[in-house]
């Protein structure tokens, strides 16, 4: 369904780079090149601009749609000023979400998605409606598949028992390992399906943390033994989990797009691997 990184899109616009459409042409370029052929929107990116910019690019490219696969998601209503609302909440009424879906497959330029996530959980969501609304996406043949953001695993139950997801896209990096211990991870395990992970370098390259000083002394080692940058060990320590976690990286830049692609090689040894998790913790496991 998904290659084994996906690339976000994120940060290609105006919240980024700021690339221009020739600039994003390259880059979907070059992650095909590197065997990276999904690619990972959302509705409010850029404020409500960036499915956009990426369509633009996209309708002037001779690719088969069928060997790319684009993902989006949807429910947070943001106040931009291309779509003001005044307020920043959820919203998953069925109009809603199919005005959404028809915006993002004209934006992105395509018939259709490959998968749609619900972004967050809102304590207003209708998980019969939801279905019902997937359903007739689905029937359609404008979303093939279904999944969410960010649900916790009562939340991502609570809507798999009204219509199969196929992933939830959670936060997981050195910083954030919360999906280790809540069961998220688990979860999907043991319904043979895998997670994708956003933000999955944390803070490492921002912060000048104790936990981030701790966890770069480790980093350092590993970069040597296993002759890798920095950010080939962060993604290495993702890979790692049996969940098989896909990571969404989220860079614009076309040298590390491929740098980190070379992460998948790297098979980082079990002691290896609870060293970066105790300076996570600042402590040794129990």
């Known amino acids: ?119 967050r959980p809102s304590p207003l969501m209708n998980p019969e409606e939801i279905a019902n609304t997937f359903q007739s996406l689905k029937d359609h043949g404008k979303v093939k598949n279904f999944g969410v953001s960010n649900f916790s695993v009562s939340q991502f139950e609570l809507m798999d028992q009204y219509f199969p997801l196929i992933t939830n896209q959670i936060e997981v990096s050195v910083n954030e390992t919360s999906a280790f211990d809540n069961g998220t991870l688990d979860q999907l395990m043991m319904k043979n399906l895998r997670p994708t992970a956003w933000s999955v370098m944390g803070t490492y390259f921002s912060e000048q943390s104790e936990q981030n000083i701790r966890i770069k002394s480790i980093i350092n080692t590993h970069c040597e033994k296993y002759d890798a940058e920095e950010n080939q060990i962060l993604l290495a320590f993702i890979l790692k989990h ?8 989220g860079t614009s830049k076309e040298e590390t797009i491929r740098k980190l692609n070379k992460s ?15 300076a996570i913790k600042g402590k040794e496991v129990d």
């Open 264 to 278: 998948l090689m790297i098979n980082l040894e079990a002691i290896d691997w609870f060293k970066i998790l105790e």
């Open 242 to 249: 049996p969940s098989r976690i896909i990571p969404v990286i």
């Open 1 to 119: 369904m998904f290659s084994e990184i996906i690339a976000g899109t994120m940060r290609w616009g105006v919240w980024g780079a700021n690339h221009s459409p020739k600039e994003v042409q390259k880059l979907i370029e070059v992650c095909l090149e590197e065997s990276i052929t999904t690619f990972d929107h959302a509705d409010i990116y850029g404020g409500h601009t960036t499915e956009q910019l990426f369509g633009n690019a996209w309708k002037e490219m001779n690719i088969d749609r069928e060997k790319v696969q684009f993902i989006s998601k949807c429910g947070i209503v943001m106040n931009s000023e291309k779509k003001p609302s005044g307020l920043k909440y959820y919203n998953y009424d069925s109009n809603y979400i199919l005005n959404c879906v028809d915006e993002s497959l004209e934006n992105l330029k395509t018939d259709y998605l490959d998968v749609l996530l619900l972004h």
